[in-house]
């Protein structure tokens, strides 16, 4: 079969996807244009039988089946089970290996994962992987730049090229004996967690066949799907980005209330080998609950953690990033280096013919319009006036706050050749020949 | 009078300052320590009927005194007009002229300002700048690291050496006709808008004289006294810092709720001539929504605003200083020049003898012990033992998230002689003299 037939640690283009008798070497549908004669080649007939026929029955068919009280709770109760089947099996078990689970927990995950009907963990976990490496690039294969709908049915609804996903290392998953089981038997698992298991429960438990086939089983799997398709399109759309933000994936609380806690989609893409999503204790995140009471329960080991310090400094990063494009929007005055320069006598001479200019730290600033509006009155501000006033507006008469810092770099006209005062009187003491100067 | 003896523009320490007949060359009563004899003569005993007396009297007399609707109406309205004339006059036009009033204003404010028996205009704001110029210093009249208790009151109650408080320029208050006749007849203002007024109103109105004088009078001012003293108080002491962090003013909306909208202090301070304390529309200052609408009614002109650019400059130096004591207090791995230089030959033969070393742009890592954690898998990892892995971890193989650059270096081990494994060839191509090699 073609597992053994893999020799790479790599999970060739030409691997059965799903679709059985696909041949890498023959043109593929989607290498056409959509026209009005071949659009119905390039819809992907079978997933839309699954997606949209489906469920559609389940509506149509729920007007004439009472919902009983017993049968809608068995339907959340499963819904929660086979959600969970994909957020703490496919996806974080099997897509990122964030943490190990002992058999009878991954044969619990594979089955009810497959009651969700999203395909095997095999096909699921590889382009999720693909999704991860290439995240909005052209080999992501749900990638968000398409569009939201695309993201969240599109890419299913519509035949993809299967050249045009990313290659991933799936090696791990080849190796792995509850995969390639549920991969070989995907559809014998669906039809038996998807419907005949609801289905069971409901008419063996309480008599209500009908209501279990159709609450528990078909429209159950609705909303699982659509729940789950969220994280590829609404966690790539809503929300913050606390991490990163060169690529789409954004944190939400709404986004995780509908995805069992796969909301902090920032922080997964940034850390996806972490067990986690969510990393406050007050974030919604009943996967990692649940995974952290399997570990208690010996089901689960190996969680995987990313130290806080790595966190932490991704978000520094990122909020670094945010502060230097605010930072670079702001006027912070012209830079020393595109200033004219002048001479300490000129400095003297313009302000004692009645500019308004004041010396603070080498660079000669024009007041003359803030005079009026200096908060420590006119007097203390025209004492400064033709002096060098480094001291004085330091500390020497009042320590300026940060604020009257910028300010000032906005007045700024010139720099003094040789920097401060002091640097004058030093000159003068050297042509000064009587004094002694030493020279460092 | 001593107006007259005022040449300079500076106030001395030995101006009259409420307490006449002061002598600044006797020894003052603070150079001595407070002992079980002398206590008496420590406290500020006219203060004291001021503020603890009077509303002490207030709160016994009104349980004989019954409380009329319209009394009470009465003496809500008149706690805001005399608080106003503590923020919008005292405050804000006469301690930090943030705008300019017409004579009408500039007379009701005086006069209602005077209502809430704060002391005289120029008493106050001479302190007050004093505060504003030595915040948090043995200058300060108010500081606020003397207790909280003490800011609040406990600086009125107990006699304070008037050496000790900072000097400050009030010449533009001694221009001020206003100011100079407010301060000469203080005591007859207060006693005519503290108390006659709104007695008058109450009795002339709707017969209600007792209810007039101890609810719109003594209790009113009481309650002003101590919602304005907060400004010294919690103003320094609840709440964020999103400007300077250096002092203690804090931005709190309940200290705004409380004292007429001056609860965004650490903007006051740092922007003390802006006619606003609150920047945000949706903040609570009142006050500055009269001095806004007396604009509009051509009483209020010359409204002094910072540019936002300015306080924006501010908000992202105080959030740039946050973020570096927040990088301070990670890990960021050993910095590059402690690391050991290792030769590239060397390198490669410790990888060949099996150690988990990957360079990357001229660093080399050890990464032994994430191979097994390697969210690519461990053969992606392994595949750059021993090499140059510097383009495959950029993009050649997988562009890597910032985490992973992050988690890179702090596996640093040392670092390449020559940087990249190119320099090394390009020595091979110098050794092997057939091929020309170009210096630059
Ligand atoms: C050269 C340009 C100047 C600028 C842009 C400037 C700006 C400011 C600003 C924005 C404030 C209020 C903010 C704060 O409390 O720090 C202030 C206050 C003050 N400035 Fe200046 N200043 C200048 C020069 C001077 C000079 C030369 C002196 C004295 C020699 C002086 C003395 C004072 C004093 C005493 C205060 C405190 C006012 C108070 O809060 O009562 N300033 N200045
Ligand atoms: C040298 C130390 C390495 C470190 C610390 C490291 C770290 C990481 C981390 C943290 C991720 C997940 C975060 C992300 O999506 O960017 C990752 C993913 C990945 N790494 Fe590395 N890596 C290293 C070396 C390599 C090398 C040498 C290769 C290949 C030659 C490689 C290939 C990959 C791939 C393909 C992924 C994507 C996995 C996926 O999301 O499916 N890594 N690496
Ligand atoms: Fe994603
Ligand atoms: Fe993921
Ligand atoms: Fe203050
Ligand atoms: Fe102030």
Chains 1, 2 share one sequence.
Not at 62 to 90: D, E, N
Not at 258 to 267: D, K, P
Not at 352 to 372: E, S, T, W
Request: positive net charge.
């Amino acid at each position: 079969d073609y597992l053994s037939s893999q020799p790479s640690a790599m999970a060739k283009p030409q691997e059965p996807n799903r679709t059985k008798g696909y041949d890498p070497k023959k043109p593929h549908i989607t290498d056409q244009p959509i026209t009005r004669k071949n659009w119905y080649k390039h819809v992907n007939w079978l997933n839309c039988a699954f997606i949209v026929g489906m469920p559609l029955f389940g509506c149509i068919a729920a007007f004439w089946v009472p919902l009983q009280r017993k049968t809608a709770i068995w339907a959340v109760l499963y819904y929660f089970a086979t959600g969970l089947g994909i957020t703490a099996g496919y996806h974080r078990l099997w897509a990122h290996t964030s943490y190990s689970a002992t058999l009878p927990l991954k044969i619990f995950l594979a089955g009810v994962g497959g009651g969700a009907v999203e395909g095997s963990i095999r096909w699921w976990a590889r382009d999720h992987r693909a999704h991860h490496r290439y995240t909005d690039t052209e080999k992501d294969p749900y990638s968000v730049r398409k569009g939201l709908l695309y993201s969240h049915i599109g890419w299913m609804v519509m035949k993809q090229n299967p050249k045009r996903i990313g290659r991933t290392d799936i090696s791990d998953l080849n190796d792995d004996q509850v995969v390639v089981w549920q991969h070989r038997h995907y559809l014998k698992v669906v039809l038996f967690t998807g419907l005949i298991l609801p289905t069971l429960v409901a008419g063996l438990g309480w008599g209500d066949w009908v209501g279990g086939y159709i609450y528990a089983g078909i429209l159950r799997i609705f909303f699982v799907q659509q729940a789950t398709f969220c994280v590829n399109s609404l966690a790539h759309w809503l929300g913050e980005q606390p991490f990163d933000d060169r690529n789409s994936p954004r944190d939400h609380v709404v986004t995780a209330l509908v995805t069992l806690g796969e909301g902090y989609h920032n922080f997964h893409h940034e850390f996806p080998s972490d067990y986690r999503n969510a990393i406050e204790w007050f974030q919604y995140d009943p996967t990692k609950w649940c995974i952290w009471a399997w570990k208690q329960l010996g089901l689960a080991y190996d969680l995987k953690q990313f130290r806080s310090n790595e966190i932490e400094k991704g978000r520094v990063q990122q909020m670094q990033k945010k502060l230097d494009q605010k930072r670079a929007r702001l006027d912070w005055g012209v830079p020393l280096d595109q200033l004219p320069v002048l001479e300490w006598d000129d400095y003297v001479e313009q302000a004692n013919n009645g500019r308004g200019l004041i010396a603070v730290a080498g660079v000669v600033h024009d007041v003359a319009d803030f005079i009026k509006d200096h908060p420590g009155g006119k007097a203390m501000i025209r004492s400064g006036i033709g002096k060098d006033a480094t001291a004085m507006f330091n500390g020497g008469v009042y320590n300026h706050s940060n604020a009257a810092h910028n300010l000032l770099s906005t007045m700024r006209v010139g720099v003094i050749r040789g920097g401060c005062e002091v640097e004058i009187w030093k000159r003068a003491q050297r042509e000064n020949k009587d004094v002694h100067y030493i020279k460092d």
